[in-house]
């Protein structure tokens, strides 16, 4: 896998984030973890029920083969909304837009920061290779390849630089509730 960047089209203030996260995501994905993590996603995610291309009945290597054996190369450019867009991406082109608006920190050292900026590009990367989700938000939208990715290169990167894992927080409802619920 080849992995090159322009980062012609990046304001010039936020080229040294870009450029120190492209730099951990060779590492990231050609990691055997991540083959492991990919899996694992496709699996908890129903099947890819929420793909909408020709990938929704890929086995996990030939997704997997298919990311790391394309050369990446991406065309960056940002903009700014005040929107929850993060970014976007399309089918067939190298362009990936990113939204400034979510880039707070720009700290080189914080390694959140590098692995969420090095995850939306895989994520729109995703797009570009042709993988596609439903655009507006649903509930078949997290198990699409783009948003299996994100998980996937995020637990590796945490494994290959050694963050915690955030605990998940468990909603319990509590005892009173279940009493009433009882005598509803």
């Not at 970014?87 to 700290?107: E, H, Q």
Request: net charge neutral; charged share 25%.
């Amino acid at each position: 896998m080849n992995f090159t960047a322009d980062l012609s089209g990046v304001l010039p203030r936020y080229r040294p984030l870009f450029q120190a996260a492209i730099e951990k995501m060779p590492e990231v994905i050609k990691s055997p973890l991540f083959l492991h993590n990919l899996k694992a996603e496709i699996l908890k995610s129903k099947n890819l029920e929420g793909e909408l291309s020709k990938w929704k009945n890929a086995s996990m290597e030939e997704i997997y083969q298919y990311i790391v054996a394309s050369d990446i190369h991406l065309v960056l450019h940002t903009y700014y909304t005040v929107k929850n867009v993060i970014g976007y991406g399309y089918a067939s082109t190298v362009d990936i837009y990113v939204n400034t608006k979510y880039l707070v920190n720009d700290s080189l050292d914080d390694l959140e920061d590098l692995m969420d900026i090095g995850s939306n590009l895989l994520h729109e990367h995703g797009h570009d290779m042709g993988f596609d989700h439903d655009f507006k938000v649903t509930r078949r939208r997290p198990n699409s390849i783009c948003y299996i990715l994100n998980r996937a290169y995020e637990k590796t990167f945490k494994q290959v630089y050694g963050l915690p894992e955030k605990p998940q927080i468990v909603y319990v409802t509590p005892w009173w509730k279940k009493i009433l619920n009882v005598f509803r």
